[in-house]
């Protein structure tokens, strides 16, 4: 049998069509990620070796200053030495002897202008003085120099120093032409052979002019170099290049003051290194004398501008720039090429897994050349033409399917005009199963005819069920009423008698408790109960409650319970019932109308309800059923929740219908008594202690009885029934008490 579908069958993806590179969201992604981690790894490589690289090379240049600093040091402080020599060669001058031998004013003159011409080939030299044995002025070269008298520490037994040595001076400043000049003077003493003192001698010697001497030593004319004292005062070198933005531009300021991170770290070493945000300082400390009474200490302060060392380094920058950008592209073009490998290579072996995964798939597959005969199949193919797999090539393609000339005609025409074709055939001829069956014209690989890929799937379940299923139609045809629910009660499929009984016209949006609201909906809770520890529930119902003398009709609900214990669906059969006497056969036919509510809210909101006569001669009933000791033969929880079901089930069966039960709590019941007094509620509980106990349900049970008070709440309602409970508990014969039954006059 062939039957034609138009629709298309979902073929497994050509192999044609899963070739080729195709880039993802998450291959972009990645590659997205992975380039801008290289670009920003290289970006931060190549600030670093600039950095590491302008580093070393301050470094290198402060190295070098630090050489030049200690070089310039000794040079000054062998200057220093000289002068004092010098000095010691004006104070034993032939001319100055002469003088103080004989002080005329001829030969004043003449030393005068021996010393003038020594200050006029002399540039450090700025003048020579000479002073009396009390220290006062007598007369010097010209010069800015103060006239006032020595210091009392250097004249007389005070000094510390005599004979042949010579006191060198701290710097100080000196105007000279409008301008501060850093000098230093030099005193040597003038004694006669019996060690009386004649006088002394001063020479003033000038810094700038010492350094300007010795500034060649330096390896470029352009490099800084101050001289600041231990204080931090600075004393030369302001003139020297535009001064950084934090360092003391005159003569005299503080260097302690404008850069006090640079001088900390000076004041704690005496030489050493030091960068800053604009340059990288060099400092040396230097003695300019030896003598310990005259100990003259200064810093050499030197600096290289990080400006500078930028722009000396400017051509390996861009040197390392390039080579940057260079190696950044070409790891791009590395990553690039590696997706593109790796594409490649995963869609080589996509269509290697395709190719293979045709032929051993739980589906069977075919390929039919271009005369309609089997080059290919795989296992499940043959299973389903039930033709050996060996057998299956170069067999026809109309003889494999069991297919007549004009079936395969018809077949064959529409697959060359649209393409492919789609459609069940049934091998039952052969006894064999039920194919659905699509076929599609291969890419052309040559000019000639395409070939075809045939795919086969057994679909003899599937046709079996839908059989089946129109069986189970026509047996639900009957002239019973029935309907499926789910376990709420929800209408899922029902019979035409039922859409006719129920007058639903198709609608299938109701539930049994709506429908039957009457009948069913006040206790639908206590059926499902029912039905769950059951199976099943059966009741009459009237159908038409208007009509007076019209039949009820048996409902008989049956549930059927899924594998893991709940019910899952529903089977609701509506019947009509045979008229029964009245007596006691009638009672049973009638339908429970208690439910057992599981909140106290529940139970307030019935208790609330009731009409004042029936709520003032109304009774509460406490039941425990799980009294001490009763725990010690149970084997857990679970069995005395079972056993409470069982208990709450024969109280659904003898309970009247205007009483009500809540679940209070495992293993306590209450049970509202309206209309009841304390004897009646007495009897109700000894009538339902001996049921229980005839179903072996009675053991340890205990009951208390509380009447209800004018004026109480449903929360003293039942503390009056725990006191009747405690009561009962101590009773060992009937189990059963009475507290708060009787109405205060």
């Given at each position: 049998?062939?039957?034609?579908?138009?629709?298309?069958?979902?073929?497994?993806?050509?192999?044609?069509?899963?070739?080729?590179?195709?880039?993802?969201?998450?291959?972009?992604?990645?590659?997205?990620?992975?380039?801008?981690?290289?670009?920003?790894?290289?970006?931060?490589?190549?600030?670093?070796?600039?950095?590491?690289?302008?580093?070393?090379?301050?470094?290198?240049?402060?190295?070098?200053?630090?050489?030049?600093?200690?070089?310039?040091?000794?040079?000054?402080?062998?200057?220093?030495?000289?002068?004092?020599?010098?000095?010691?060669?004006?104070?034993?001058?032939?001319?100055?002897?002469?003088?103080?031998?004989?002080?005329?004013?001829?030969?004043?003159?003449?030393?005068?202008?021996?010393?003038?011409?020594?200050?006029?080939?002399?540039?450090?030299?700025?003048?020579?003085?000479?002073?009396?044995?009390?220290?006062?002025?007598?007369?010097?070269?010209?010069?800015?120099?103060?006239?006032?008298?020595?210091?009392?520490?250097?004249?007389g037994a005070s000094r510390n120093m005599g004979g042949k040595e010579v006191y060198t001076s701290p710097l100080e400043f000196v105007p000279i032409e409008g301008m501060l000049e850093p000098y230093m003077y030099q005193m040597a003493w003038l004694e006669k052979p019996d060690q009386s003192s004649m006088g002394y001698l001063v020479t003033y010697n000038s810094m700038v002019q010492m350094l300007e001497a010795i500034k060649p030593a330096f390896s470029s004319?352009?490099?800084?170099?101050?001289?600041?004292?231990?204080?931090?005062?600075?004393?030369?070198?302001?003139?020297?290049?535009?001064?950084?933005?934090?360092?003391?531009?005159?003569?005299?300021?503080?260097?302690?003051?404008?850069?006090?991170?640079?001088?900390?770290?000076?004041?704690?070493?005496?030489?050493?290194?030091?960068?800053?945000?604009?340059?990288?300082?060099?400092?040396?400390?230097?003695?300019?004398?030896?003598?310990?009474?005259?100990?003259?200490?200064?810093?050499?302060?030197?600096?290289?501008?990080?400006?500078?060392?930028?722009?000396?380094?400017?051509?390996?920058?861009?040197?390392?720039?390039?080579?940057?950008?260079?190696?950044?592209?070409?790891?791009?073009?590395?990553?690039?090429?590696?997706?593109?490998?790796?594409?490649?290579?995963?869609?080589?072996?996509?269509?290697?897994?395709?190719?293979?995964?045709?032929?051993?798939?739980?589906?069977?597959?075919?390929?039919?050349?271009?005369?309609?005969?089997?080059?290919?199949?795989?296992?499940?193919?043959?299973?389903?033409?039930?033709?050996?797999?060996?057998?299956?090539?170069?067999?026809?393609?109309?003889?494999?399917?069991?297919?007549?000339?004009?079936?395969?005609?018809?077949?064959?025409?529409?697959?060359?005009?649209?393409?492919?074709?789609?459609?069940?055939?049934?091998?039952?001829?052969?006894?064999?199963?039920?194919?659905r069956v699509h076929i599609r014209q291969a890419p052309r690989a040559s000019r000639g005819s395409p070939h075809l890929l045939i795919t086969l799937e057994d679909i003899s379940e599937l046709v079996s069920s839908k059989e089946q299923a129109f069986l189970s139609e026509l047996l639900c045809d009957s002239t019973v009423a029935t309907a499926l629910t789910d376990a709420n009660g929800k209408l899922i499929k029902i019979n035409p008698v039922f859409d006719a009984?129920?007058?639903?016209?198709?609608?299938?949006?109701?539930?049994?408790?709506?429908?039957?609201?009457?009948?069913?909906?006040?206790?639908?809770?206590?059926?499902?109960?029912?039905?769950?520890?059951?199976?099943?529930?059966?009741?009459?119902?009237?159908?038409?409650?208007?009509?007076?003398?019209?039949?009820?009709?048996?409902?008989?609900?049956?549930?059927?319970?899924?594998?893991?214990?709940?019910?899952?669906?529903?089977?609701?059969?509506?019947?009509?019932?045979?008229?029964?006497?009245?007596?006691?056969?009638?009672?049973?036919?009638?339908?429970?109308?208690?439910?057992?509510?599981?909140?106290?809210?529940?139970?307030?909101?019935?208790?609330?309800?009731?009409?004042?006569?029936?709520?003032?001669?109304?009774?509460?009933?406490?039941?425990?059923?799980?009294?001490?000791?009763?725990?010690?033969?149970?084997?857990?929880?679970?069995?005395?929740?079972?056993?409470?079901?069982?208990?709450?089930?024969?109280?659904?069966?003898?309970?009247?219908?205007?009483?009500?039960?809540?679940?209070?709590?495992?293993?306590?019941?209450?049970?509202?008594?309206?209309?009841?007094?304390?004897?009646?509620?007495?009897?109700?509980?000894?009538?339902?202690?001996?049921?229980?106990?005839?179903?072996?349900?009675?053991?340890?049970?205990?009951?208390?009885?509380?009447?209800?008070?004018?004026?109480?709440?449903?929360?003293?309602?039942?503390?009056?029934?725990?006191?009747?409970?405690?009561?009962?508990?101590?009773?060992?014969?009937?189990?059963?008490?009475?507290?708060?039954?009787?109405?205060?006059?």
């Amino acid at each position: 049998m062939l039957k034609n579908n138009p629709s298309t069958y979902p073929l497994a993806p050509l192999l044609s069509l899963t070739q080729g590179i195709h880039w993802s969201h998450q291959r972009l992604l990645a590659v997205a990620s992975q380039l801008s981690m290289l670009v920003i790894g290289m970006i931060i490589l190549t600030n670093l070796i600039i950095t590491l690289g302008e580093r070393r090379l301050q470094e290198e240049w402060a190295t070098q200053r630090y050489s030049e600093l200690q070089t310039i040091g000794t040079l000054i402080t062998d200057k220093v030495s000289f002068q004092q020599f010098r000095t010691q060669i004006f104070a034993n001058g032939e001319l100055l002897k002469q003088y103080l031998s004989n002080p005329t004013a001829k030969q004043q003159l003449k030393l005068q202008e021996a010393w003038l011409d020594l200050v006029k080939h002399i540039p450090e030299l700025l003048g020579i003085a000479l002073y009396d044995p009390q220290g006062n002025y007598k007369f010097s070269t010209p010069s800015n120099f103060s006239k006032d008298a020595l210091p009392p520490t250097l004249l007389g037994a005070s000094r510390n120093m005599g004979g042949k040595e010579v006191y060198t001076s701290p710097l100080e400043f000196v105007p000279i032409e409008g301008m501060l000049e850093p000098y230093m003077y030099q005193m040597a003493w003038l004694e006669k052979p019996d060690q009386s003192s004649m006088g002394y001698l001063v020479t003033y010697n000038s810094m700038v002019q010492m350094l300007e001497a010795i500034k060649p030593a330096f390896s470029s004319n352009k490099s800084p170099m101050l001289v600041l004292d231990t204080q931090g005062l600075l004393y030369a070198g302001a003139s020297d290049l535009a001064p950084l933005s934090n360092m003391p531009e005159t003569l005299g300021a503080s260097l302690r003051q404008s850069y006090p991170a640079l001088w900390r770290d000076m004041s704690m070493s005496n030489f050493g290194q030091f960068h800053g945000e604009e340059a990288t300082f060099v400092y040396l400390k230097i003695e300019l004398t030896a003598q310990p009474e005259t100990r003259r200490e200064y810093f050499l302060l030197s600096y290289v501008r990080n400006s500078d060392i930028a722009a000396r380094f400017s051509q390996w920058q861009n040197i390392v720039i390039v080579a940057s950008l260079i190696l950044t592209v070409l790891a791009a073009w590395v990553v690039l090429l590696s997706h593109m490998y790796r594409l490649q290579q995963r869609s080589r072996q996509y269509s290697i897994d395709v190719a293979n995964g045709l032929f051993n798939s739980d589906i069977g597959f075919m390929m039919v050349n271009e005369n309609a005969r089997v080059i290919s199949a795989n296992t499940k193919a043959a299973e389903a033409t039930l033709v050996p797999l060996d057998e299956l090539t170069d067999r026809s393609l109309q003889r494999t399917l069991c297919l007549d000339d004009r079936t395969y005609a018809e077949l064959m025409e529409q697959v060359h005009k649209t393409g492919q074709w789609s459609g069940e055939i049934s091998l039952e001829s052969i006894n064999g199963p039920t194919l659905r069956v699509h076929i599609r014209q291969a890419p052309r690989a040559s000019r000639g005819s395409p070939h075809l890929l045939i795919t086969l799937e057994d679909i003899s379940e599937l046709v079996s069920s839908k059989e089946q299923a129109f069986l189970s139609e026509l047996l639900c045809d009957s002239t019973v009423a029935t309907a499926l629910t789910d376990a709420n009660g929800k209408l899922i499929k029902i019979n035409p008698v039922f859409d006719a009984l129920m007058q639903l016209n198709g609608d299938l949006n109701q539930d049994l408790a709506s429908l039957l609201a009457n009948d069913l909906g006040n206790q639908w809770q206590r059926i499902s109960a029912q039905i769950a520890m059951q199976g099943q529930w059966q009741g009459q119902i009237l159908c038409s409650p208007k009509q007076a003398h019209s039949n009820c009709l048996q409902a008989t609900l049956k549930g059927h319970v899924a594998a893991d214990g709940e019910i899952d669906y529903i089977v609701c059969t509506l019947e009509q019932a045979a008229e029964r006497g009245r007596g006691t056969e009638k009672r049973s036919l009638v339908p429970h109308r208690s439910t057992i509510l599981l909140s106290l809210v529940d139970l307030e909101r019935y208790f609330n309800s009731l009409p004042p006569p029936s709520r003032l001669s109304s009774s509460l009933l406490l039941m425990d059923i799980n009294p001490e000791g009763l725990l010690s033969h149970m084997s857990d929880i679970d069995q005395l929740a079972n056993r409470q079901q069982e208990v709450e089930v024969q109280l659904l069966l003898e309970i009247p219908a205007n009483y009500q039960i809540l679940h209070w709590q495992l293993g306590k019941l209450i049970v509202m008594l309206p209309d009841t007094d304390a004897t009646h509620a007495h009897n109700f509980a000894l009538n339902m202690m001996e049921k229980l106990n005839g179903n072996g349900l009675g053991e340890g049970i205990s009951i208390g009885i509380a009447g209800y008070q004018e004026g109480q709440t449903l929360e003293q309602y039942l503390n009056n029934a725990e006191v009747a409970l405690k009561r009962a508990k101590q009773n060992n014969d009937q189990n059963i008490g009475q507290a708060f039954t009787r109405h205060q006059s």
